[in-house]
């Protein structure tokens, strides 16, 4: 029995960050948070602002939005911010950062250089409202687009 709880000391020791950090993430910011796809460090989370926490099942996609989060000495740095440019662009002014393009139209990236931005729960949280406000307004600017139309079959 002694030999088992070594090991599962050992195995909690020894969890990626990852692991440890994304519940507890998860409810100070109240979106889905979970490890990327690609972690071979296990020092990356991945914040889904669109998404309820808890869920098992969530949008990841590539025009999902969301916040890449990297952990360093129990610290959170941002990696990169991605989402439609209307939500992203006023955030990369606010962190002095330049959003980058990509190849999906009305979308727009942060990629900070080096380890990132330092940030806290709270600053996450608030970006993650911002991005879903983005979400809101572009859905609302293409209801208002749309409105009028007419399908001509």
Do not use: H
Request: charged share 25%; proline share 7%.
């Amino acid at each position: 029995m002694k030999e088992l709880d070594n090991f599962r000391r050992f195995l909690n020791e020894n969890d990626p960050p990852s692991d440890l950090y994304a519940s507890e993430l998860e409810k100070a910011v109240g979106f889905k948070v979970a490890p990327p796809s690609y972690n071979p460090n296990g020092d990356k989370l991945v914040i889904y602002p669109s998404s309820e926490p808890g869920t098992e099942r969530f949008y990841d996609d590539k025009t999902s939005q969301r916040i890449g989060v990297k952990i360093i000495d129990g610290k959170f740095y941002i990696q990169s911010i991605f989402g439609y440019s209307r939500g992203v662009e006023p955030i990369a002014q606010q962190l002095g950062e330049k959003p980058g393009s990509t190849s999906l139209v009305g979308f727009s990236i942060i990629m900070p250089s080096g380890d990132g931005i330092k940030a806290s729960t709270t600053q996450l949280k608030r970006l993650g409202n911002l991005l879903n406000k983005a979400l809101k307004d572009e859905a609302n600017a293409q209801r208002d687009f749309y409105k009028g139309w007419i399908n001509p079959d």
